[in-house]
T-cell receptor, first 111, second 112 residues
Framework: KNEVEQSPQNLTAQEGEFITINCSYS?????LHWLQQHPGGGIVSLFM???GKKKHGRLIATINIQEKHSSLHITASHPRDSAVYIC?????????????FGEGTQLTVNP | DGGITQSPKYLFRKEGQNVTLSCEQN?????MYWYRQDPGQGLRLIYY???????QKGDIAEGYSVSREKKESFPLTVTSAQKNPTAFYLC???????????FGQGTRLTVV
């Protein structure tokens, strides 16, 4: 079982739909990251969370530390949101420094 | 502006040749990482370094080598011993004890 698991693996939506991508983790963390990877490979950091909720434009990220779960929401989705969304966790400050990534969610938004 | 830079974005090499991927950061970060991504798979850790002149193997280090002679640079060499070198390679960095990580844009290596 992976330490970081995302669902769904693939998601197809129509333009305008509300989208949710989930991330569950089984290890202690100091922070969780949501990343976006476009075709061609470039990766952009969307959010870093250690508690609560963050919002940036149409993107919202939440984290529940007790349940070890985070969600990424996209409101009013658009075809340009089509990308792979990756969840990654940073270990606690007192332990090793390696990041752990989920396998990613491929999102396709159709016009 | 501070950041982490990988170069080149696309790289083509002939089978049997060693190739070195560059990763430079001007963020004064202590820890640097190299990850590999294959189609349909998550990022897997190749090597990481927490301090200059020291580095540790990740989950898939075979066929790769690294060096950390300077704090700002962590080059990755894909050797001819790596059986399937064609992949997307991502470099990341983090200040020791800090939670925020920074990511490069990645290098897509194709070996023909």
């Amino acid at each position: 079982k992976n330490e970081v698991e995302q669902s769904p693996q693939n998601l197809t939506a129509q333009e305008g739909e509300f989208i949710t991508i989930n991330c569950s983790y089984s290890v202690g963390i100091s922070a969780l990251h949501w990343l976006q990877q476009h075709p061609g490979g470039g990766i952009v950091s969307l959010f870093m969370l250690s508690s609560g909720k963050k919002k940036h434009g149409r993107l919202i990220a939440t984290i529940n530390i007790q349940e070890k779960h985070s969600s990424l929401h996209i409101t009013a989705s658009h075809p340009r949101d089509s990308a792979v969304y990756i969840c990654a966790v940073s270990p606690p400050r007192t332990s090793g420094s390696r990041l752990t990534f989920g396998e990613g969610t491929q999102l396709t938004v159709n016009p | 502006d501070g950041g982490i830079t990988q170069s080149p974005k696309y790289l083509f090499r002939k089978e049997g040749q060693n190739v070195t991927l560059s990763c430079e950061q001007n963020l004064n970060h202590d820890a640097m990482y190299w990850y590999r991504q294959d189609p349909g798979q998550g990022l897997r850790l190749i090597y990481y370094s927490q301090i200059v002149n020291d580095f540790q193997k990740g989950d898939i280090a075979e066929g790769y080598s690294v060096s950390r002679e300077k704090k700002e640079s962590f080059p990755l060499t894909v050797t001819s011993a790596q059986k399937n070198p064609t992949a997307f390679y991502l470099c990341a960095s983090r200040r020791q004890g800090d939670t925020e990580a920074f990511f490069g844009q990645g290098t897509r290596l194709t070996v023909v």
